[in-house]
């Protein structure tokens, strides 16, 4: 489908905001860092403003109305879903070690401890980690999402701490825009499922 010049604008202005491209050198710039041109940036958000017209028709086509009030009528139902969790994570070779380091991370930051096992030559991993609620692993959801943040708690071999967790509330832009991705998501798992596959010899 046609994607006409407001869209496209509109696009190039998002795209240079999000990447803190305010004036035409910086533009310049990030262009040649990347050995593009402006015709090519052009045509790669067309791109995308052309997939994003494409999940717009399949989930208005699936509600039976607008797209954007099968967003919103989604949104309503599932807001918790999309709630955000960032934790720091440790994992270690088993659940005994586990349940030790949760004990000493209540006195001493997790990190500290899993460097000072590192550098002992322990095999223990710690990251920061980021999580909406619907994408987290089972195993670690209800430590993440539900039980009371602050202390280190022992999941299996890892051990938690919640360092921030932004429940979603607002129906802003960037929520729209995983709602749309989310919902196409499920259409397509929908018609992978229902797909047959025949190979046939020559």
Known sequence: ????DAALQQAVDDFRVAHGLFDAAATERWLDQRGWTLE????VLEDQVRARMLRDRVIASEAGGEAGDAIETWF???????DAVVAGVARFPDEAEARAVADRARTEPMHAVVEELSAAGAAAEYRIERWRRADCPAALRAALFDEPAG?????GDRVVRVIARRPCRALDDATRRAVRD???ADWLTRRRAEARVEWCPR
Do not use: G, I, Q, Y
């Open 1 to 4: 489908a046609p994607v006409d």
């Open 151 to 155: 202390a280190p708690r022992a999941v």
């Open 76 to 82: 309503a139902a599932h807001a918790a879903e999309l």
């Open 182 to 184: 989310r919902l196409f």
């Open 40 to 43: 090519v940036l052009e045509r």
